[in-house]
């Protein structure tokens, strides 16, 4: 049994034997009585479940998780409790980032990103105990000063979290400093830009192939993430007869029905997915075929096509174009059908990608908009035909597959209506 000791100027020890028979000393310093005796039961308890192997009570585990660095060390030093590793924060990062087997290419670039940010500010070999409250503070404050956007700034602090939940679960550290920081993005409207109809007309023209009409066209009128799922998409996805295409979704694919989602053919992706698959390889897998190395940076050369488009490359690149797509949607097909071809919430959409236009306003008001923001896509083709610009759908029963006449160049909607046919399965035949 453990008994307590009084040293001189008011200072308290614990003193027991260990079930090897050896006589230990706990030095708790100058404390008050009741707070010796409170010590002394834990270590009594600490002391039986040694000896039987008991497990201990809910209220000691609690208070054994809630002691400062230097107490439970004083108990680790008696042989009360295990010593606790206290890595050091960039070999803990380190081991968290290998340790994930779970975690896409991109994501492990984002936690290496945060951690380049946190050794930046912080000396690795600094402790992670160590860091407090007002510490991560000072971390975000240098963020801001390092001109990051508030949305960024925000992203590596949730994945700052990441690490220190991490080590508050194996019981590295006794809270995480970042636990009431903010984390979550918010939407900047001021990087809202739709991108017209007659802009992506342009910006179509200057590409200088169609695999690079396909990765924009994808994205601006089928609405899908670049480039993870715009390159993700294979043949095998494409359903000519019933005019749908699967879209891959690696980022959802973690969430229960989330691996994948069905959005129509829309005309305006027909006539270049068409023209890519006369252009494909025998035997090619994937939609796509270039840009499809993770070191390929899509927005910077989208930016040089946008420039030779004549136009100024507008913010958020790629997400913009799903933006626009699904505000476009929506003035169409009732919310819940948009959400599940765009891949997104109600509420994710009215937060990050649903965008008021100039149209909106011009309709309101009963002004005579030209307009073409929320234009039918439907609509708009109907209009070029009776320019004579295009025909219509099905007109004449040819199959893809066996079309070599085809020319090697963008076909607009109405060749690649007249040319089309209802293949004899799920797919056309790959050319041989």
């Not at 310093?29 to 039986?48: A, P």
């Not at 070999?91 to 290998?98: E, K, P, R």
Request: glycine share 6%.
């Amino acid at each position: 049994m453990a008994s307590i000791a009084n040293d001189p100027n008011g200072r308290r020890r614990i003193q027991f034997t260990d079930a090897a028979g050896k006589r230990k000393t706990l030095r708790l310093g100058k404390v008050s009585l009741r707070h010796s005796e409170s010590v002394k039961v834990k270590v009594n308890e600490l002391l039986s479940a040694s000896i039987t192997g008991a497990p201990l009570s809910q209220e000691t585990s609690l208070w054994l998780k809630q002691l400062d660095k230097v107490m439970y060390e004083k108990l680790a030093a008696v042989g009360l409790v295990k010593p606790k590793a206290y890595d050091a924060l960039g070999s803990y990062i380190d081991a968290y980032i290998d340790g994930r087997k779970d975690i896409k290419t991109g994501t492990r670039t984002n936690l290496k990103q945060a951690k380049r940010y946190l050794l930046e500010h912080f000396d690795e070999s600094r402790q992670m105990r160590d860091i407090s409250a007002g510490d991560a503070e000072d971390f975000r404050q240098y963020l801001i000063g390092r001109g990051l956007s508030d949305n960024t700034a925000r992203r590596i602090i949730g994945r700052t979290k990441q690490f220190f939940n991490d080590a508050l679960k194996r019981g590295q550290i006794d809270k995480n400093p970042f636990a009431g920081m903010v984390s979550s993005v918010r939407a900047n409207h001021d990087r809202f830009f739709f991108v017209t109809r007659e802009m992506s007309e342009k910006v179509l023209e200057a590409c200088p192939d169609i695999q690079w009409r396909l990765i924009f066209a994808l994205a601006r009128f089928g609405g899908l993430r670049c480039p993870s799922e715009v390159i993700a998409v294979k043949w095998e996805d494409v359903n000519w007869e019933h005019n749908r295409i699967r879209v891959p979704s690696p980022k959802t694919e973690h969430h229960e029905g989330g691996a994948s989602r069905m959005i129509p053919l829309f005309p305006e992706l027909r006539p270049l997915l068409l023209e890519a698959f006369e252009e494909a390889g025998e035997g090619e897998e994937y939609v796509v075929t270039s840009c499809r190395s993770s070191s390929t940076n899509l927005r910077t050369h989208m930016h040089r096509i946008i420039h030779r488009a004549g136009l100024e490359p507008w913010p958020k690149t790629f997400q913009n174009l799903r933006s626009t797509r699904e505000t476009e949607l929506a003035e169409q097909y009732p919310i819940h059908v948009v959400c599940k071809w765009i891949g997104n919430s109600a509420a994710i959409a009215a937060t990050h990608y649903l965008q008021l236009t100039d149209e909106h306003f011009a309709r309101a008001t009963g002004e005579n908009s030209t307009s073409e923001a929320t234009q039918n896509p439907t609509q708009k083709l109907q209009e070029t035909a009776r320019n004579g610009q295009s025909g219509q759908q099905g007109q004449e029963d040819e199959n893809p597959s066996n079309a070599g006449d085809f020319k090697k160049k963008r076909l607009n909607a109405g060749e690649c209506e007249r040319r089309l046919m209802t293949p004899t399965g799920f797919e056309p035949v790959l050319l041989g």
